[in-house]
């Protein structure tokens, strides 16, 4: 069975500080990963997805790195900002089907 | 904005009732998944419906059923409810015949509260 652990479960940055959010996995044989952020009481919203054969991937100020021989992904966000105060949420889905399995996620607060 | 909804928002039942929470999909998706996050926690995998069959049912009970129609929409029972099924349901369309892009589009949820 896949466990996906994130840590820190919950941090506070000043504004302006650079985020690195970490997920971990314990099968190593996952088709993709994928990074959501949720905002309290709301839906998923994807941010990332990484293919198991890429190492990382960007959009705008974030980037998302793979290391799948040692079950690991790091969310970079940088230049962090008070509308990135947000439940960030790491999904492993393995070969053979399509279902993910979610971590905890990673409560963020960014402090103006 | 993904393009998938969710009826209704908001949901309040008594142990023992039944429910059925609704998911509207992006059309031409032909999977859709149901998940469960209790507060605090990660959404837990309840079962997934590809072309109208079920596809894979996470470690949920059989009072958890659901369906999936021809127009997209899916539906979500649960019959003889718990205090601990209240939570926030999400569903999640994709396009699996497109492995490349493969994102998991999640609806907004319904919260569930059971009393």
């Known amino acids: 069975k896949q466990e996906v652990t994130q840590i820190p479960a919950a941090l506070s940055v000043p504004e302006g500080e650079n985020l690195v959010l970490n997920c971990s996995f314990t099968?190593?044989?996952?088709?993709?990963l994928q990074w959501f952020r949720q905002d309290p009481g709301k839906g998923l919203t994807s941010l990332l997805l990484i293919q198991s054969s890429q190492r990382e991937q960007t959009s705008g100020r974030l980037n998302a790195s793979l290391d799948k021989s040692s079950g690991r992904s790091t969310l970079y966000i940088a230049a962090s900002q008070p509308g990135d105060s947000a439940t960030y949420l790491c999904?492993?889905?393995?070969?053979?089907?399509?279902?993910?399995?979610f971590g905890k996620g990673n409560q963020v607060v960014v402090i103006p | 904005e993904t393009g998938v909804t969710q009826s209704p928002t908001h949901l309040i039942k008594t142990r023992g009732q039944q429910v059925t929470l609704r998911c509207s999909s992006q059309?031409?998706?032909?999977?859709v998944s149901w998940y469960q996050q209790a507060l605090g926690q990660g959404p837990q995998f309840i079962f997934q419906?590809?072309?109208?069959?079920?596809?894979g049912r996470g470690n949920f009970p059989p009072r958890f059923s659901g369906l999936q129609f021809p127009n997209y929409s899916s539906e979500l029972n649960v019959n003889a409810l718990e205090l601990d099924d209240s939570a926030l349901y999400l569903c999640a369309s994709t396009l699996t015949t497109d492995p490349s892009t493969d994102t998991q589009y999640f609806g907004p949820g319904t919260r569930l509260t059971v009393l």
């Open positions: 419906y590809y072309r109208e069959e079920e596809n």
């Open positions: 059309s031409g998706h032909n999977t």
């Open positions: 999904a492993v889905r393995l070969w053979g089907n399509n279902r993910l399995a």
């Open positions: 099968d190593s044989a996952i088709y993709n």
